[in-house]
């Protein structure tokens, strides 16, 4: 289906979720410029875990983490860190975020998750056969480790929800799991296998090759940072911070978790907050991965990515302009090395970006409620890489004016 050709669409951030939406909606024959205040995809998609993580679905908000998170942020290696200078301006967000963990919600909201985790890996492995990396897409899963029954007791509840929704796994005992994974620590008991969880050689060359097709179809990427918008009865252009202003007829604004400052400007406020991450890149590690790896008593993953082991997770809750701790990244290391004792710590680099997060864990994937033809695609938390391939499809869709693959309804911006 192609777009009303005449029209100017405006994509506001080059990360993977702008970038693939860019894509799409310059595949459908529009007229279409990618804006970004850095070269793309220097974002959170930078660095990620590089994992299409399609188990990954659970809402966060539920008793199992309310029960843990005190202890997890009275620990200085816990997995989740709240900084006492900006705790007063999350109160919002955690209001809404307990409310979102409520018995009637919760499993509506682990739906809306499952819905799109079971397009993502198809729609994924669709685009990047058309960027031509179809061979950056691993082939194996992704191990679930535990150290204990006790461990493999607490991770029930994902493993229920898995068998919920129809999402296949494995159960290993030791010796099965060491003849997969010989690197991982004897420590190590008992692992799930998560086979459709697959791992991207590395998550900035996606966002590159999207940029790099959306141009060779015609797209135009426009470097400059928005800082405001005009509007008559719908959006009619938007203003750079160098004064410049740029004509749209519709605006999508995927900005990453910097999203919020934008839709204030359009008086449509949205609790989008940051849950800052780390990763630890490791180019000599000196030991070889077949599988990605997850630790869920520890909260963090191993990704055998290009160049090497890529390690990270945990939960900075601490805004948009505060430092990175660089002590949140030697945690993880310190888990891994637990994990795989022969990792060696040779040409290593550190990074820390900023996942866009809402309170409810779900995306939103909606036109505004307040300005026409401004729409929105944000929110997408520690799936962003994951739902990014599905979310330009449906984004696509909406904006065509089709009736998306699925109801959109439940994604809309002003659920909260
Ligand atoms: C440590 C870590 C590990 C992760 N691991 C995984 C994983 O394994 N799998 C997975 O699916 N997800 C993972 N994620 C989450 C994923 O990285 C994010 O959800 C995703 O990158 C968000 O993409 P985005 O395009 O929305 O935002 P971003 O990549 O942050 O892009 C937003 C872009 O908007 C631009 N921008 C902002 N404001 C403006 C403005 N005013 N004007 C112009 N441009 C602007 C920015 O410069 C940026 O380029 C992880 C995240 C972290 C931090």
Same mark, same amino acid.
């Given at each position: ?6 029209? $100017?669409?405006? %994509?506001?951030? *080059? ?23 850095? /070269? ?6 930078? #660095?990620?875990?590089?994992? +299409? ?11 199992? +983490? ?5 202890? !997890? ?8 860190? %709240? ?9 919002? !967000? ?54 204990? /029954? ?10 229920? @929800? ?15 799991? $060491? ?23 590395? =998550? ?33 252009? @938007? ?10 007829? @519709? ?16 008086? /449509? ?12 890149? +490791? ?18 993953? +191993?990704?055998?990515?290009? #160049? ?41 680099? /550190? !990074? @820390? #970006?900023?996942? =866009?997060?809402?309170?409810?864990? %779900?995306? %939103?994937?909606? *036109? ?8 929105? *695609?944000?929110? $997408?938390? $520690? ?5 990014? *391939? ?13 009736? =998306? ?12």
């Amino acid at each position: 289906m192609r777009q009303d050709q005449s029209k $100017h669409y405006l %994509v506001v951030g *080059a990360g993977i979720v702008g970038s693939a939406i860019a894509y799409e909606l310059q595949k459908r024959g529009s007229q279409v410029t990618l804006t970004d205040a850095n /070269e793309p995809g220097q974002g959170a998609s930078y #660095g990620n875990l590089a994992s +299409i993580a399609v188990t990954e679905f659970m809402p966060v908000s539920r008793p199992s +983490i309310w029960r843990q998170t005190p202890g !997890w942020m009275l620990r200085p290696d816990g997995p989740i860190q %709240v900084s006492l200078g900006y705790a007063p301006r999350l109160i919002p !967000w955690f209001a809404r975020f307990f409310w979102a963990g409520r018995p009637s919600k919760r499993r509506q909201l682990e739906a809306q998750g499952a819905i799109l985790c079971r397009r993502a890996l198809a729609d994924t492995e669709r685009l990047m056969a058309e960027l031509g990396l179809s061979a950056d897409l691993s082939r194996t899963g992704c191990l679930s480790l535990y150290a204990s /029954e006790a461990e493999f007791a607490g991770d029930r509840e994902r493993l229920d @929800m898995l068998d919920r929704h129809g999402f296949g796994y494995e159960v290993l005992d030791g010796n099965a799991l $060491h003849d997969l994974e010989p690197e991982i620590a004897p420590v190590i008991q008992k692992a799930v296998l998560l086979p459709d969880n697959r791992t991207v050689r590395d =998550p900035h060359t996606v966002v590159t090759r999207l940029t790099e097709a959306f141009v060779g179809q015609g797209g135009q990427i426009y470097r400059g940072k928005v800082t405001s918008f005009e509007r008559a009865d719908r959006i009619t252009s @938007m203003t750079l911070a160098t004064g410049s202003s740029i004509k749209a007829d @519709m605006v999508v604004l995927a900005a990453g978790a910097h999203t919020g400052q934008l839709s204030k400007q359009l008086g /449509e406020s949205i609790p989008l907050e940051t849950e800052r991450g780390y990763h630890t890149q +490791i180019n000599a590690p000196g030991i070889h991965l077949e599988h990605s790896i997850i630790w869920p008593a520890r909260a963090f993953m +191993i990704s055998p990515t290009a #160049g090497g082991i890529r390690i990270g997770g945990t939960v900075e809750m601490a805004g948009l302009d505060a430092p990175p701790d660089w002590r949140r990244s030697k945690i993880t290391v310190k888990w891994a090395r637990m994990a795989l004792p022969n990792l060696q710590l040779k040409e290593t680099s /550190e !990074w @820390m #970006g900023h996942r =866009p997060a809402f309170p409810d864990t %779900v995306p %939103v994937m909606s *036109a505004s409620a307040k300005v026409p033809g401004v729409f929105y *695609a944000t929110g $997408h938390g $520690h799936l962003g890489l994951t739902y990014a *391939a599905t979310t330009a499809k449906l984004m696509g869709q909406l904006i065509a004016g089709e009736k =998306p693959d699925i109801d959109l309804y439940p994604y809309r911006v002003d659920r909260f």
